[in-house]
């Protein structure tokens, strides 16, 4: 057993560190007060290809893996840059592991080099209003329209919700229906995933979608989606029509990995800044640190990182060898969505009134940080999954 990261995954946290140390707390709250993309952060980073990590080298990547897009996603985050880790889900995640696990050459050779160099952003379209976390029971649906026995397109109609980035994305990883779900046998076939030219759909007119107003991570838009009948060429498919299902999981996965390592990181981060105050502020004669009552919960929030550090790492590793992940993927998630929680909980309690103040970073953090226990999924499937999946426990449903 090898606890050390490879000579890749290191180069690529000192790689990241030198960008993001350019990009300090103060930068990263403004882009959030003014809802503002961070451009700047994420146009040194695509400069420096630690976007297209994961991209195979001969379409301008890196030929590394989710592994080190988990460290360079934790990294960028425990720089201050907590929604930051919206850059490597959506982009790296939802585009460049997906391409190249289940695309086509033309595909590859079409999308990759693009995505390496961070040109083409990417957004994933999944949930929608009346499925929830549910999404066996999505409606948006995928028609043919050609001739019999030619390649069709295809026509995608429905509505998405909370779709991350449509904004900025030249690619939407668009799933959908190919067989209505009261008709699928087994209830995950008939699933069918798209690669959706966002720009053309958009100048079409068959695609529009409106942002929802929200609590954080407002660096990028959180949208509705309306697709009204947008076309889709046959050459677009990802993997095979009606036999989406496994694609999806390959999707999910590595979006639940890169959670997890920007959940580690924004824990690292809220830790540093609560200790730096702990540390400088002093109360009664000494620094407010010296106190268990601070000093314990701080403690408890280091070992949990560390553990939950360790699971993310397997995750990945284990995704990276086409092993299974599952399980591990969710824990990870589980625990890089609590400890990002309790971490920015326990800063917040450190700092008392001042982390109220916009003067801190603290109030940023602690709205990026809870929405993690909601998304990708929601705390309570996760362990669900854990007790049906991991315990052998009977399912509620």
Partial sequence: MDFELPDSALAVRDGVAAVAAKYDHAYWSRCEEEHRFPQEAYDDLAAGGWFGLAVPEEYGGG??????????????????????????????????????????????QRILPGLATGRSQFCLALTEPDAGSNALEITTSARPDGDAGSD??????????????????????????????????????????????????LADGTLTFQPIPKMGSNILYSSQVFLDDVRVPAENVIGEVDQGFAVLWD?????????????????????????DYAR??????????????????????????ELG???????????????????????????????????ANQAFQTLGGMAYSKEYPVERMFRDARIGKNIPVAEELVLAHIGTQALGLPKSY
């Fill in 309 to 343: 550090r360790l699971m993310t790492y397997k995750a990945a590793w284990l995704f990276d060898r086409h092993q299974p992940c599952g399980s591990e993927a969710n824990i990870a998630k589980l625990t890089g969505a609590q400890v990002a929680w309790e971490a």
């Fill in 251 to 275: 999707v999910l996965n590595p979006e639940r990995i890169l959670a997890a390592a920007g959940g580690i990181g924004a824990a690292d981060a809220a830790l540093q800044v609560a200790c």
């Fill in 63 to 108: 030929g590394q893996g989710l592994l080190e897009l988990a460290v360079a996603n934790e990294t960028l985050c425990a720089s201050g840059g907590t929604a930051g880790s919206f850059f490597y889900i959506t982009t790296p995640g939802f585009g460049g592991m997906t391409i190249t696990r289940h695309g086509t050459e033309e595909q590859k």
């Fill in 280 to 305: 400088e502020r002093v109360v009664f004669g000494r620094p407010i640190g010296a106190n268990q009552a601070l000093q314990f919960p701080l403690a408890q929030i280091k070992a949990k990182a």
């Fill in 152 to 201: 069709p397109d295809w026509l995608i109609k429905g509505q998405k919700v909370w779709i991350s980035n449509v904004e900025n994305a030249e690619w939407m990883v668009a799933v959908t229906r190919t067989i209505p779900a009261a008709e699928a046998r087994p209830r995950t076939a008939g699933f069918t995933l798209f690669l959706i030219d966002v720009k053309q759909a």
